[in-house]
């Protein structure tokens, strides 16, 4: 079974930077697409990014484009999200995600594998 690990949460003043990893076992990634999704207190989970591993392509969510970087390597199977400029309405927990297939979809429902999320909090 595939598993997912998320690390690098924790509380950041705004305007800092956080580099969230996740490290995913189990299986090889050649057909799968990874995602990085957030959930508020209170708030729908929400796409953030996500990235192919067969090209590279990348793809974010409108409210963290420019701010957020997604990135992955292959070689250790990890994926990793810089987070630049944060601001207090980044806070939530974020979740890494795995979907069986290369084309990204950007709905919760359409991933197959969770992490357990990682905590971050921005204060003002």
């Known amino acids: 079974q595939v598993q997912l690990v998320e690390s690098g949460g924790g509380l950041v003043q705004a305007g800092g930077s956080l580099r969230l990893s996740c490290a995913a076992s189990g299986r090889t990634f050649s057909s799968s697409a990874m995602g990085w999704f957030r959930q508020a207190s209170g708030k729908e989970r929400e796409f953030v990014a996500a990235?192919?591993?067969?090209?590279?392509?990348?793809y974010y969510a409108d409210s963290v484009k420019g701010r957020f970087t997604i990135s992955r390597d292959n070689a250790k199977n990890e994926v990793y999200l810089q987070m630049n400029n944060l601001k207090p309405e980044d806070t939530a927990v974020y979740y890494c995600a795995q979907r069986n297939g290369i084309v990204v979809r950007t709905t919760p429902a359409e991933y197959d594998y969770w992490g357990q999320g990682t905590q971050v909090t921005v204060s003002s």
């Open positions: 990235i192919r591993w067969g090209g590279g392509s990348t």
